[in-house]
C-alpha cells in the first residue's frame, strides 16, 4: 500500500512540472506525457533512469539523503512534500513503525489540559486524524457546529466532508477542505500503521466525492497554521490566525491556539462569545473512531 502512494505520489508530482519549467531543452513536437519523463527527473536528480524507476516502484532502500534531496528539488517538492517523499522511502516490511492496537482515545497530558483551561483564547489539542483531543470552553464554543453532531471524538476533517453546516461554518470551505485533505495526506506518510487515521480515510473516501478528488492529488501539509475565516451562528463573521505548537512528548498531538487577526474586529466578537459560554461538553472516548 505505501509502495503504491509511493508510486502515485511520485508521478502525480511529475506530471505537474513541465520541460520549460524545470529549465530542459527539448526538441519541438508533440509529447507522450503532459509532464516530465522518468529519465528526465532522474537526470534532473544525477542518478541513472533505472534507479529512479526502482524508487518510483519503491523497490529500493536506504535512499541517501543525497538523492532525496536531489529528487526533492527535480520534482520542486516544498518542505511538507520533501517530508511526506522521506516518510515513504523509509517504508516498506522492515518498516520501524510500532504496531498499533485497535483505534482509541488518546489522552492529552494534565499540564496541557491546564494550559488550555489557563488560557483566555481558543485553544484545543488536534492529532494527526484531526479528531479534536480537548478543548478549552472558548474553542468549543467557537466550534459549536462541529460539537452539534453526535460523533464523537469531534473530528475536523469528518465535519468539513461530512456535514453540510461546514460549507456555511467555514468562510473558505475549498481552502479549508484543500489543507484537512493535506494534513491528512502528511500523516499517513508518517504512520502508514495508524489504523483509525486508515478507517478515517476509508470513510471519508466513501462517503466524500469532493474528498476523493482532492486526496488523488497528492498535496501535503505538515500544519494548521494559517488565517481561518469562520461563520458563526452566535456572533456572525471571525477572523482568525491559527498557530500549531507540536508537543514533541506526544508524537501527533499539537496545541492550537486561535488569535484574533489584527486587521479584523474579531475581538470583540470572541468577547461576545466568551460572555455565551461554551454551549456543549468536553468530547468523550464513548463511540466514533
Same mark, same amino acid.
Given at each position: 500500500?505505501?509502495?503504491?502512494?509511493?508510486?502515485?505520489?511520485?508521478?502525480?508530482?511529475?506530471?505537474?512540472?513541465?520541460?520549460?519549467?524545470?529549465? +530542459?531543452?527539448?526538441?519541438?513536437?508533440?509529447?507522450?506525457?503532459?509532464?516530465?519523463?522518468?529519465?528526465?527527473?532522474?537526470?534532473? =536528480?544525477?542518478?541513472?533512469?533505472? @534507479?529512479?524507476?526502482?524508487?518510483?516502484?519503491?523497490?529500493?532502500?536506504?535512499?541517501?539523503?543525497?538523492?532525496?534531496?536531489?529528487?526533492?528539488?527535480?520534482?520542486?517538492?516544498?518542505?511538507?512534500?520533501?517530508? @511526506?517523499?522521506?516518510?515513504?522511502?523509509?517504508?516498506?516490511?522492515?518498516?520501524?513503525?510500532?504496531?498499533?492496537?485497535?483505534?482509541?482515545?488518546?489522552? &492529552?497530558?494534565?499540564?496541557?489540559?491546564?494550559?488550555?483551561?489557563?488560557?483566555?483564547?481558543?485553544?484545543?489539542?488536534?492529532? !494527526?486524524?484531526?479528531?479534536?483531543?480537548?478543548?478549552?470552553?472558548?474553542?468549543?464554543?467557537? @466550534?459549536?457546529? +462541529?460539537?452539534?453532531?453526535?460523533?464523537?471524538?469531534?473530528?475536523?476533517?469528518?465535519?468539513?466532508?461530512?456535514?453540510?453546516?461546514?460549507?456555511?461554518?467555514?468562510?473558505?470551505?475549498?481552502?479549508? =477542505?484543500?489543507?484537512?485533505?493535506?494534513?491528512?495526506?502528511?500523516?499517513?506518510?508518517?504512520?502508514? &500503521? !495508524?489504523?483509525?487515521?486508515?478507517? +478515517?480515510?476509508?470513510?471519508?473516501?466513501?462517503?466524500? =466525492? !469532493?474528498?476523493?478528488?482532492?486526496?488523488?492529488?497528492?498535496?501535503? =501539509?505538515? !500544519?494548521?497554521?494559517? &488565517?481561518?475565516?469562520?461563520?458563526?451562528?452566535?456572533?456572525?463573521?471571525?477572523?482568525?490566525?491559527?498557530?500549531?505548537?507540536?508537543?514533541?512528548?506526544?508524537?501527533?498531538?499539537?496545541?492550537?491556539?486561535? *488569535?484574533?487577526?489584527?486587521?479584523?474586529? *474579531?475581538?470583540?466578537?470572541?468577547?461576545?462569545?466568551?460572555?455565551?459560554?461554551?454551549?456543549?461538553?468536553?468530547?468523550?472516548?464513548?463511540?466514533?473512531?
Amino acid at each position: 500500500m505505501r509502495n503504491e502512494a509511493l508510486r502515485q505520489f511520485l508521478m502525480v508530482r511529475r506530471a505537474r512540472i513541465t520541460p520549460d519549467r524545470a529549465g +530542459l531543452t527539448t526538441p519541438r513536437g508533440p509529447r507522450r506525457v503532459t509532464g516530465l519523463r522518468r529519465a528526465e527527473v532522474a537526470s534532473l =536528480a544525477g542518478i541513472s533512469t533505472g @534507479y529512479y524507476k526502482r524508487v518510483e516502484r519503491g523497490v529500493v532502500t536506504g535512499v541517501s539523503a543525497s538523492v532525496l534531496a536531489n529528487l526533492a528539488h527535480a520534482l520542486q517538492l516544498n518542505d511538507a512534500e520533501h517530508d @511526506y517523499l522521506a516518510d515513504l522511502l523509509r517504508g516498506g516490511p522492515s518498516s520501524s513503525h510500532p504496531a498499533h492496537p485497535l483505534p482509541s482515545a488518546q489522552t &492529552v497530558r494534565p499540564f496541557v489540559q491546564q494550559l488550555l483551561a489557563a488560557t483566555n483564547l481558543p485553544c484545543c489539542v488536534l492529532d !494527526d486524524r484531526l479528531d479534536v483531543l480537548a478543548a478549552n470552553d472558548l474553542a468549543r464554543a467557537l @466550534y459549536l457546529p +462541529l460539537y452539534e453532531s453526535p460523533t464523537r471524538p469531534v473530528n475536523q476533517a469528518r465535519f468539513t466532508f461530512c456535514d453540510a453546516a461546514s460549507h456555511d461554518y467555514w468562510g473558505d470551505w475549498d481552502t479549508m =477542505a484543500d489543507l484537512v485533505v493535506s494534513l491528512l495526506r502528511g500523516s499517513s506518510g508518517r504512520d502508514p &500503521v !495508524d489504523p483509525g487515521l486508515a478507517q +478515517l480515510i476509508t470513510e471519508l473516501r466513501a462517503r466524500s =466525492a !469532493d474528498f476523493r478528488t482532492r486526496w488523488a492529488a497528492f498535496d501535503v =501539509a505538515s !500544519d494548521t497554521c494559517g &488565517v481561518r475565516e469562520i461563520n458563526h451562528p452566535l456572533v456572525g463573521r471571525l477572523t482568525l490566525e491559527t498557530h500549531s505548537i507540536p508537543l514533541p512528548e506526544d508524537p501527533g498531538q499539537r496545541v492550537v491556539v486561535h *488569535t484574533p487577526h489584527p486587521a479584523a474586529c *474579531t475581538q470583540q466578537q470572541l468577547a461576545r462569545l466568551a460572555a455565551c459560554g461554551s454551549a456543549v461538553d468536553e468530547p468523550t472516548s464513548e463511540s466514533g473512531r
